[in-house]
């Protein structure tokens, strides 16, 4: 089936990507239950019968187009580390180069805008409260603008896993 793609199920985009039958496996099968071990995209390949490379280059494939971001674990908040939600309120005419510049941050894990005063949110994780204050100082200092730190009062699972394709 490799003349088949598949297209996003997206409200706010007026050509939704084109994706091959495997991307869109990769992107609906490996939400959640990751293999767990020596050899986790052999395994992949194993179980959608194609070759490891062939698994590699397309996640790298969806990495370049900005289709996924990162591949690695979740864990419930401050089981390692810490974390802390942030918003900012940004000038229109500055949004992309501080949303590019917080998304280069190793601690920073998602970051989103809103409609709203305070627009871009942001979860920053480390390993302490004093690295967070010292980022969240950092962040103020390189883009001029305050941050609102929003730490985790109660903690709810939202099972984020989503069919994001369809055939």
């Known amino acids: 089936m490799h003349g088949q793609v598949c297209t996003a199920k997206r409200e706010r985009s007026d050509a939704p990507p084109a994706l091959s039958k495997l991307e869109c496996r990769l992107l609906d099968e490996y939400q959640r239950g990751f293999p767990l071990s020596p050899t986790p995209y052999a395994d992949i390949a194993e179980t959608l019968g194609v070759s490891e490379e062939a698994v590699l280059e397309n996640l790298e494939a969806l990495n370049r187009r900005g ?13 390692i580390g810490t974390s802390t939600l942030v918003a900012m309120t940004v000038p229109a005419d500055r949004v992309e180069d501080v949303a590019a510049y917080i998304n280069g941050l190793d601690e ?3 970051n989103y805008l809103r409609t709203h005063e305070f627009n871009l949110w942001f979860v920053i994780t480390a390993t302490d409260r004093q690295a ?5 100082e950092d962040i103020e200092l390189n883009t001029g603008l305050d941050t609102l730190d929003l730490p985790l009062e109660h903690s709810y699972h939202i099972d984020l896993g989503f069919p994001l394709w369809r055939a």
């Open 67 to 79: 289709l996924i971001t990162r591949i690695g674990p979740v864990f419930r908040p401050h089981t």
């Open 108 to 110: 920073v894990n998602h």
């Open 132 to 136: 967070i204050d010292n980022l969240l």
